[in-house]
């Protein structure tokens, strides 16, 4: 069990910059892979990065935040980061954090998100 709590967001001007930062709890989140998704008002949630179990593995990010975001974990802190630079009020959506306990499959836990509001 994974118990997973965002933070870092809140209201940006566009071209600025925020960081968001996952925390879990557990012995074992070095085992799980993460990921950061986003859902904005009246829309679908989506997909916006992920990173294997460790720092250097896989990256993978949607094409809309390549080159403008940088997901990174510290295992050591059972954390996972999700920088945004260049932010644009399109990126306006609450942000999640998600955990899945084997590389292939549905994410198993998720936290409770947080607001990212970027004003034009």
């Known amino acids: 069990q994974v118990q997973l709590a965002e933070s870092g967001g809140g209201l940006v001007q566009a071209g600025g910059s925020l960081r968001l930062s996952c925390g879990a709890s557990?012995?074992?989140?070095?085992?799980?892979?993460m990921g950061w998704f986003r859902q904005a008002p009246g829309k679908e949630r989506e997909f916006v990065a992920a990173i294997t179990t460790w720092s250097g593995g896989n990256i993978n990010y949607a094409d809309s935040v390549k080159g403008r975001f940088t997901i990174s974990r510290d295992n050591a802190k059972n954390t996972v980061y999700l920088q945004m630079n260049s932010l644009k009020p399109e990126d306006t959506a609450v942000y999640y954090c998600a955990a899945k306990s084997k590389s292939v499959g549905p994410y198993e836990y998720w936290g409770q998100g947080t607001q990212v509001t970027v004003s034009a």
């Open positions: 557990g012995r074992t989140f070095s085992s799980y892979a």
